[in-house]
């Protein structure tokens, strides 16, 4: 249950607030997230249809970026819930075809925040439930994700202008995402720039306890704290 609050709240705050200034003709997000989210939550048939959508879409457009990254989160969730069940075949399959449609998707589309942020949320929080020895190379990968989008962000001036809400949680990401990986002079910077830049965020109480006595926060609830009005 960790895993699903976690994984819907999470994707719904980065994608709906760092793809705020997105064209429109961008955002398929708007088509298929609030069926994801329902899905992950637990409501199949909602999960389904956002699949649904996502396989029409590509069998008209077998590049289309957006869809393919979100199908592959699918996948990704879904291969969760197998080995939750214990079906480890199933779940190994799931697994790798949704890594191999969210790696694809950024090939495609390697500056696309809509690509970046639905890949990078999924892995940083996917791999709190995953035996630590599988989720090195996952978190890195996350983590350039994450770069990558304020990178994007920043230099298009779209970052300055959003709320601390979303601010806090990209940078709250890359700072623990770096405390996993123990880089903890670069979460350091992260943290510092979260106090500063997004003291409304809801995770400056985290930032500073890191700040004080150099733990990394074990975050146990919902990744994304407030509303998403």
Partial sequence: ??????IASVLFTLVTGLMAQQAPPARFDMVVR????????????RLKRAMDICERTLAEDPKHAEAMVWHGSGLFFQAGAAF????????LE???????????????????VGVLIPRGAVLLTGTRFMPPDQTLPLIQKAVGDYEKALTLQTASGQFAGLGDHPKGELLF???????????MEKARV???????????????PQAQAFLASGT???????????CHK
């Fill in 1 to 6: 249950m960790k895993f699903i609050v976690w």
């Fill in 34 to 45: 609030t069926d994801f989210f329902a899905g992950f939550a637990g409501d199949e048939a």
């Fill in 84 to 91: 939750r069940q214990g079906d480890a075949a199933r779940g």
């Fill in 94 to 112: 799931m697994y790798d075809r949704g890594m191999k449609e969210m790696d694809e998707a950024v090939a495609l589309a390697p500056n696309n």
């Fill in 173 to 183: 990401g890359l700072a623990e995402g770096y405390s996993r990986l123990g880089q």
């Fill in 190 to 204: 992260y943290f510092e720039r979260l106090v500063k830049d997004a003291e409304g965020s809801g995770h400056v």
């Fill in 216 to 226: 990394p926060p074990v975050v146990q609830g919902l990744g994304c704290v407030g």
